[in-house]
């Protein structure tokens, strides 16, 4: 059964750094184009960031771009949002999804892109 599983959330001060990850099960990942979203509390779900499948190319919402840093590792499964100098209005629940395709990531910003999805990992800013 194909799984993506994203953690690495936490509590942090504002300036602080986390790293998430997202690890799939039952595919390979290197075949995926991997989009990480995010979720605040009584807003919707926002794209953050994307990391293609062929080249590695990444893209970045405005609002992380020069924080975060998407990365991966095919060898083990895995894709990586390295977030620093985080502000509190980066506190969301974050997830990770993956879409089979060799076309660049920054053409796939919407949920509906998405065919597997993490269950979420929570990331908290605050003092």
């Known amino acids: 059964q194909e799984q993506l599983a994203d953690s690495g959330g936490g509590l942090v001060q504002p300036g602080g750094s986390l790293r998430l990850s997202c690890s799939a099960s039952g595919f390979s990942l290197g075949y995926y184009a991997i989009g990480w979203f995010r979720q605040a509390p009584v807003k919707g779900r926002e794209w953050v960031s994307c990391?293609?499948?062929?080249?590695?190319?990444?893209s970045y919402a405005d609002s992380v771009k020069g924080r975060f840093t998407v990365s991966r590792d095919n060898s083990k499964s895995t894709v990586y949002l390295q977030m620093n100098n985080l502000k509190p209005e980066d506190t969301a629940i974050y997830h990770c999804?993956?879409?089979?395709?060799?076309?660049?990531?920054?053409?796939?910003?919407?949920?509906?892109?998405?065919?597997?999805w993490g269950q979420g990992t929570h990331v908290a800013v605050s003092s």
């Open positions: 990391i293609s499948s062929n080249d590695g190319s990444t």
């Open positions: 999804a993956a879409v089979r395709t060799r076309n660049s990531c920054s053409g796939y910003s919407r949920m509906d892109d998405y065919d597997y």
